[in-house]
């Protein structure tokens, strides 16, 4: 996974030249899994993209956020 991971990022540097990435897992109902398998997030981020980019990538999105409730 870690050598298709880095064979992503330099498709998307190259396509899209983004200034950084975050790469993550969700391990757990606590850490926001929903369904029970492995994956990683590639999720290229650009400087500016939103106001405090501190925490990662919860909520970075905020409309698509919460996809998993009802409102």
Known sequence: ????LD??????E???QPDAFNIGINDGAAAG???P???LHLI??????VPDARGGVRWVIPEKA???TKR
């Open 37 to 39: 398998h492995l994956h």
């Open 1 to 4: 996974m870690l050598a298709l």
């Open 14 to 16: 190259e396509k899209y």
């Open 7 to 12: 064979k992503a990022k330099v498709v998307i």
């Open 33 to 35: 899994q929903t369904v």
């Open 66 to 68: 919460d996809y998993w």
């Open 44 to 49: 290229p981020r650009y400087e500016g993209d």
